[in-house]
């Protein structure tokens, strides 16, 4: 019912930039908040940035400062702004949003297939 399609994701140098997207479509009544998850090879799936409808956002420590979440509600879509990458941000990107879809009581969350982000020189 609900599909999110990520774009953006690959190679990055250490200090340069990358930008994420993630587009929601289906039968989408309303969308709280949406974010951005990240899983490194051998480590649990871990919190990078989320923002509610109104705006308001959260970010792990370790990306404070060098990225930014922001999101089109008219369009569905969150972003994902990194800027001064390191290594330690190579990992899979998952987007996530908690959705109010037609015929289903309350929201529930969905996830995208993710975008893998490498940073190397």
């Known amino acids: 019912q609900v599909q999110l399609v990520e774009s953006g994701g690959g190679l990055g140098q250490p200090g340069g930039s990358l930008r994420l997207s993630c587009a929601a479509s289906?039968?989408?009544?309303?969308?709280?908040?949406m974010g951005w998850y990240r899983q490194a090879p051998g480590k649990q799936r871990e919190l990078v940035a989320d923002?509610?409808?109104?705006?308001?956002?959260n970010y792990a420590d370790s990306v404070k400062g060098r990225f930014t979440i922001s999101r089109d509600n008219a369009k569905n879509t969150v972003y994902l702004q990194m800027n001064s990458l390191k290594p330690e941000d190579t990992a899979v990107y998952y987007c996530?949003?908690?959705?109010?879809?037609?015929?289903?009581?309350?929201?529930?969350?969905?996830w995208g297939k993710g975008t893998l982000v490498t940073v190397s020189s």
């Open positions: 996530k949003a908690n959705c109010r879809v037609v015929g289903l009581y309350g929201a529930m969350d969905y």
């Open positions: 289906g039968n989408i009544l309303s969308i709280k908040t």
């Open positions: 923002i509610t409808s109104g705006g308001s956002t």
